[in-house]
């Protein structure tokens, strides 16, 4: 049997033991922190366990999150042969153990053995385009979370310090409404109109900009007749620079998410389905990844978690069942707001007969939606496949 090294990973180290066959280990356990050092005694282990046994090793770890990728990189810069475990398949082999042991010593002997009797299946690692656009996607979600959230602080304050100006702009959040307020804070009544012409500039006529400002000067008159508290006021400017320096973020994360997809076709096809923008085509193929791993489209519905759990015993068969929601959680979001998207937009010609069917069975909107899903699930996987572009 060739060599085998059993890693697991975990924040900042990991433990692993070597091994010749099976059940042979070779040396001691050791834990290894995610540095230079650490790396370099793995790498010494390896040529040493090649070495005396004439074969090359393999590292066996399980997929942690973030954890493990490091570690992965490194492996793949020095030419390691490692295989990358999904933990819903470690944890499946780890319960037919009849003792319930659980440690990292214990999880590394576990990986090493679990290849050994053959039950890893092989692993593809994602290529570097679709890695570096699922960061520059999973950062943009997180960013507008907190932008969503900074925006509803924003208002809540706002409600209490100046009701008035709410109704002046209809979007309270662009960049003129927010350099505007931010002159009304501070006191500088004098340089609203300056502000409102420099940031409106040729989007505005001037007489919007004559008329806004005569608003702003009749909600500031109303305003000082009112006590505010000094601290609100401080509070509201620090949630205004705040939303400046998020909006500054997700342009940038936009730019380079324009840039990421302007090279990948993948993102070009997504975009001709009615509903799917650049956003969510960019974020679909970010966590779909190559489209050649998935055989067939029941594989790709398993892996974003959008198939049905089947329950069945003896005579009884569960009539209601659930989706799995084992896969990405983040590609059935991205697909759920693609199909309310098309939905809403109403020219999509194949899912709103397919939602209209589903509704006249009883279901409720969110299965509807999540049949929906599962049917465009469908058409990206056959669009992607044949590279042909939606059609309607």
Known sequence: MEPVIGLDVSKGSSVFQAFTGRNEAWGETEVMV??????????????QLQEQTSQEPVVILEATGHYHRGLVNFLVQ??????????LQSKRARGTKLRKVKTDAADAWHLAEMYYRGEILPHRT?????????HVTRQHEFVTGLYVQAKLNTRALLDQVFPAFEGIFYNLYSETALRVLECCLRGQEDRVYETMEKTAGQSHAKWWVEEKAQRVEEALSEWHQVKVSSSQVYILEGMLSLLHSLQEQLKR????????SMGMPETELLRTIPGIGEKLAATLVAELGDIRQFESPKQLVAYAGLDPGVFNSGKFT???????????????????LAVQCSLRRGDCSKLRPYYDKKKKEGKPYKVAVIACANKLLHHIYAILRKGQPYQV
Do not use: W
């Open 34 to 47: 995610h540095e230079a050092k650490g790396f370099g005694r793995l790498k010494a282990c390896v040529e």
């Open 253 to 260: 994360l936009e730019k380079q998410m324009q840039e990421l």
């Open 126 to 134: 994602p290529e570097d385009v679709y890695t570096e656009l699922q």
């Open 318 to 336: 569960a009539s209601s069942n659930r989706i799995t929601k084992r896969g990405s959680k983040r590609l059935r979001r991205a697909l759920y």
């Open 78 to 87: 020095q030419g390691i042969r490692h295989c990358i475990v999904n933990p």
